[in-house]
């Protein structure tokens, strides 16, 4: 492989996870809006985040086989599944419109979390998956304050996330092909009929994403209806959402220099943490931005980090450990968005928030088991 095909592959690989973090950044601003737009309670549109996990859910059992199709045709069809999504989530006038768009996007972007992994390959993975997910939050980072101003411009600020919808067609012409051999250049003994059992640390692993997942998307989906709670308005609440977005960009675009050099899971684990308990408590608007920029930051290497440690498993070819991780944030995807929204018909939404801290605090836990047996 050559530094300009790695080079390439790179682009698109950064090209596709702008698009997840796009859609998945717009996901809390566009639950809001959908709900003032619609005039339903908030709970009704819970379904928006779950939705996106049906789609990791149906790319972690059917992955092998669509990888079998090679990266290129993959985020092609993903392409054109999420424009449809976008679109339906952007003009949908029913509940049923707007969770049909969230189940269309999450299809379409489980096609190119799947893709990623192929198009990166094994050479430097850590390093170069957090990169890649790097430039999703800063997609994430800008999609919420793009459906602010369009909430301010336009009839509704969903209409502000149909922007992907008009580059992916780019996306989806692009040939750049993935690393051939995809999951064949480990060493000959994964071959061997143990390789399709999944022993305890690959277990521990993928129950680590499904955790670090599970508190990230508690931000992404509710962060927006926290600050709303606060007191601060509908279209003002989608722009400043994107606080968590900015920590997460700014975590992992610094945070592949220092892997390796600190323990990732379990600090990043504690600042998150931390931050998620200042957010349950009765505080100011600004206290709340800080403090999910804070857990932004904190959570921001946990995902990629977790992710290459799982595909570095020698136990098990390498486009199953893909599917298990689309499966792994497919579950975190489908359970939390949804749990929260049953936990706000009865509480305060901020105090759901506390799931955070025992999610991250089980990923540790799973994390270092993982470590000492090694």
Same mark, same amino acid.
């Given at each position: 492989?050559?530094?300009?095909? %790695?080079?390439? %592959? ?12 796009? =859609? ?66 952007? *003009? ?16 379409? =972007? ?55 919808? *008009? ?8 040939? /750049? ?7 064949? #250049? %480990? ?5 061997? @009929? ?10 521990? =692993? ?5 955790? $670090? ?12 209806? %926290?600050? $709303? ?14 606080? *968590? ?26 600042? =998150?943490?931390?931050?998620?308990? /200042? ?32 595909? #570095? ?13 689309? !499966? ?15 936990? #706000? ?7 759901? *928030?506390?799931?955070? @801290?025992? !999610? ?15």
């Amino acid at each position: 492989m050559t530094t300009l095909q %790695r080079m390439a %592959r790179d682009r698109h690989a950064f090209a596709i996870q702008a698009a997840i973090g796009w =859609c998945i950044g717009g996901l809390g601003p566009v639950l809001v809006l959908g709900a003032r737009d619609l005039d339903v309670p908030r709970y009704q549109l819970a379904w928006l985040g779950s939705a996106f996990g049906f789609g990791l859910l149906g790319a972690g059992v059917l992955g092998r086989r669509i990888l079998g199709y090679g990266a290129e045709p993959v985020t092609r069809v993903g392409a054109v599944v999420v424009t449809a999504g976008v679109l339906l989530l952007g *003009f949908g006038t029913t509940v049923p419109l707007l969770v049909a768009g969230g189940l269309l996007q999450g299809i379409g =972007c489980s096609a190119f979390l799947i893709a990623t992994p192929a198009l990166i390959g094994i050479d430097d993975r850590a390093r170069r998956l957090a990169m890649a997910v790097g430039v999703s939050s800063i997609a994430g980072l800008i999609a919420p304050a793009v459906i602010a101003v369009a909430d301010q411009l336009l009839t509704s600020g969903r209409i502000g996330l149909i922007v992907p919808a *008009f580059w992916l067609v780019v996306v989806a012409a692009r040939r /750049v092909r993935a690393p051939e051999g995809l999951g064949i #250049d %480990r060493p000959a003994a994964v071959a061997s @009929p143990k390789s399709e059992t999944m022993n305890v640390d690959t277990w521990r =692993c993928w129950a680590v994403i499904v955790l $670090v997942v599970s508190a990230e998307f508690c931000f992404w989906t509710w962060g927006a209806a %926290r600050l $709303v709670d606060s007191g601060v308005e509908v279209d003002t609440a989608s722009g400043l959402a994107a606080s *968590f977005a900015i920590g997460m960009a700014v975590g992992r675009l610094i945070g592949p220099r220092s892997l390796g050099k600190l323990g990732p899971v379990s600090l990043g684990a504690l600042v =998150c943490g931390i931050s998620a308990l /200042v957010v349950t408590v009765d505080v100011s608007a600004p206290l709340l931005v800080v403090a999910m920029a804070l857990a932004g930051l904190g959570i921001a290497v946990l995902y990629p980090v977790s992710l290459a440690r799982l595909l #570095d498993d020698p136990a098990l070819p390498e486009p199953r450990l893909i599917a298990l991780a689309a !499966f792994a944030s497919g579950i975190a995807i489908t359970v939390t968005p949804t749990l929260l929204g049953l936990l #706000d018909r009865v509480v305060e939404i901020r105090y759901t *928030f506390v799931l955070v @801290p025992v !999610f991250l605090g089980g990923a540790v836990a799973l994390d270092r088991r993982s470590a000492a047996s090694n």
